[in-house]
């Protein structure tokens, strides 16, 4: 199975910061990375797929970058409701895997 | 819009059964592969099983492999998860999710984007 690794593992920045948080997968996956928000006690939310593009809907402030094994998340300008764990998930290979998470908190 | 409601969670004791059912809407549920995915509390994202659009093709996770069967009836636009011999570590919330292929039509296509979830249920196996 490909190891998905998602570095940190929580994270706690100001409103208005710059965050970033990274992703490596264990082999190539080309760009077949998704990033997804969940805040608690609801279900997951794409945002990013194929490791750059925004998902319809979602505010320009998130964005994606990377290929091969190495990608990486961005908020722009953080703000209250972005607190949230956030995952990234490859579909290069079967099993379909997650990264372990990070939990994003204001500080 | 696209809307996906789970049911049938429940506490179950080790080595009980249960159904979960997904009733999708908003879409054209025939013509897409549809998984679940679970999350153990506090824990992260596993994806569990997938099923082809027209059910002719599973996938399944090896920890759920043998005990779990994924199903589909297009006619009532509703998702399946039948769970047998359960153990405590299968406990989570699990989520139905539409996928999205670049693989469609290939014996890739449950290589997917996960782009609807709906709200999960929650399943306990305790004694």
């Known amino acids: 199975d490909i190891q998905m690794t998602q570095s940190p593992s929580s994270l706690s920045a100001s409103v208005g910061d710059r965050v970033t948080i990274t992703c490596q997968a264990s082999?190539?996956?080309?760009?077949?990375l998704n990033w997804y928000q969940q805040k608690p006690g609801k279900a997951p939310k794409l945002l990013i797929y194929?490791?750059?593009n925004l998902e319809t809907g979602v505010p320009s402030r998130f964005s994606g970058s990377g290929s091969g094994t190495d990608f990486t998340f961005t908020i722009s300008s953080l703000q209250p409701e972005d607190i949230a764990t956030y995952y990234c998930?490859?579909?290069?290979?079967?099993?379909?895997?997650f990264g372990q998470g990070t939990r994003l908190e204001i500080k | 819009q696209v809307q996906l409601v789970e049911s049938g969670g429940g506490v179950v004791q080790p080595g009980g059964s249960l159904r979960l059912s997904c009733a999708a809407s908003?879409?054209?549920?025939?013509?897409?592969?549809m998984h679940w995915v679970r999350q153990a509390p506090g824990k992260g994202l596993e994806w569990v099983a997938f099923i082809r659009y027209d059910g002719s093709n599973k996938y399944y996770a090896d920890s759920v492999k043998g005990r779990f069967t994924i199903s589909r009836d297009n006619s009532k636009n509703t998702l399946y998860l039948q769970m047998n011999s359960l153990r405590a570590e299968d406990t989570a919330v699990y989520y139905c999710?539409?996928?999205?292929?670049?693989?469609?039509?290939?014996?890739?296509?449950?290589?997917?984007?996960?782009?609807?979830w709906g709200q999960g249920t929650l399943v306990t196996v305790s004694s």
């Open positions: 998930q490859q579909y290069d290979n079967r099993p379909i895997t």
């Open positions: 082999q190539d996956i080309s760009n077949y």
């Open positions: 999710a539409k996928g999205v292929s670049w693989f469609a039509g290939t014996a890739m296509d449950d290589l997917t984007i996960f782009d609807y």
């Open positions: 194929d490791a750059s």
């Open positions: 908003g879409f054209t549920f025939s013509s897409y592969g």
